[in-house]
């Protein structure tokens, strides 16, 4: 099994620690922002590199499945609602590409790594969209866990990523509430409109679950990622509190979680949940998924396509940089 393969990353103690590391660790315990410019530890610029880029990554992959629904909304108002929702997604990886480039990696180079298979894109968006209320599934569901995960990353002790997750979650929000009205709206229509609701929420269910990352016990990264403060909650802490707080929303609707051991426990005060089918999620990290390669062609097709486009931004700089070598710019 993968958590098998890799060895866990515990955090280093502070006896271990250089004069240097003591005095970063130290201003992330006190809970001060680390910035582009301070010393920090090689593993912490590379941790965030990876967490931020692969984000950003997430966001832009992301607008696929949605994407692909835009052409078919079944009103206009839908339509332009969710023809904002997904330029919204295209936002949140600008903004979080930017901070990935203030620590020195640029665009281009996350992107060159994403294509050639070097860096990942969250689990979920390799689940296909086949009908309207997926649309709303994905609204509720999908940004219903990515605010739970990113309602804490606004702590997190990197400064630029702090900012971007501040502004990215004023949007997600609006993102779940137009998924749950879709769902409202289906679950609420003829039965088979509730139908396709209900067969929505069990297709996506899981999936959701799998986009917190693996169990406690098989994260490499959390350890040390929350001793940095990069992270906030574990993996399992994060689900659990999706879960307490959208079965609620399930029983609205009037839909079931496909859980048969979804149940509340009184002691621990949340519900005991069945776990994901954690093969398939490493089958699906692994590029096994149902539409990995269908994502990733898409993308790399967008990357080349747009190649024109980037020379015609680039073609006056290079020409006036050389001009400007040869002394030409300074004499007009
Ligand atoms: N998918 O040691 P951990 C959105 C990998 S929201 C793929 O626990 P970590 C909004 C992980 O990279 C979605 N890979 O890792 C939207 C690592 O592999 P590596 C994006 C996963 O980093 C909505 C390995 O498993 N949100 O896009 C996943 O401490 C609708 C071991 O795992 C974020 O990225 C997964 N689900 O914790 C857009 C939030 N889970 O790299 C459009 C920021 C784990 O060593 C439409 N990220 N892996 O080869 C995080 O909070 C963390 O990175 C976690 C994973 C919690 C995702």
């Known amino acids: 099994m993968y958590a098998q393969m890799v060895k866990s990353e515990g955090s280093k103690p502070r006896e271990e620690m250089s004069p240097e590391e003591l005095a970063f660790q130290d201003r992330v315990d006190n809970g001060e922002k680390i910035e582009p410019k301070d010393w920090m530890p090689e593993g912490y610029r590379k941790t965030l590199v990876r967490q931020i880029g692969q984000h950003a990554h997430s966001e832009i992959v992301g607008q696929l499945p949605e994407g692909n629904w835009i052409t078919r909304a079944p009103t206009l108002e839908r339509k332009a609602i969710l023809l904002a929702k997904v330029q919204d997604e295209a936002g949140h990886g600008l903004y979080l590409y930017s901070a990935a480039e203030t620590l020195g990696v640029s665009r281009d180079e996350l992107l060159d790594k994403l294509h050639s298979g070097q860096m990942k894109y ?102 040390q990622s929350m001793a940095w403060k990069i992270k906030i909650n574990t993996n399992d802490e994060l689900r659990q509190k999706f879960v307490d707080q959208t079965v609620p929303q399930a029983e609205y609707l009037g839909l079931t979680i496909p859980d048969e051991n979804l149940k509340w426990n009184e002691e621990k005060q949340g519900y005991d949940f069945s776990q994901p089918d954690w093969t398939e999620f490493f089958e699906v990290l692994k590029g096994n998924g149902p539409c990995n390669q269908e994502r990733m062609e898409a993308r790399v097709k967008a990357w080349e396509d747009g190649a024109w486009f980037r020379d015609g931004l680039t073609a006056y700089s290079e020409k006036a940089a050389k001009r400007r070598a040869a002394g030409a710019v300074a004499a007009e």
């Open 122 to 223: 969250s689990s979920i968006f390799n689940y296909p969209t086949l009908n309207w209320a997926d649309i709303g599934a994905v609204g509720w569901l999908v940004d219903g866990a990515a605010i739970m995960n990113q309602v804490p990353l606004q702590r997190t002790s990197y400064g630029p990523y702090s900012r971007a997750m501040i502004r990215i979650c004023k949007e997600e929000s609006f993102h779940q509430r137009q998924g749950y009205s879709i769902m409202m709206k289906m679950a609420q229509g003829t039965p088979e409109q509730k139908a396709m609701a209900q067969d929505a929420l069990n297709r996506f269910w899981y999936p959701s679950l799998m986009m917190f990352g693996p169990s406690d016990k098989d994260s490499v990264h959390s350890a």
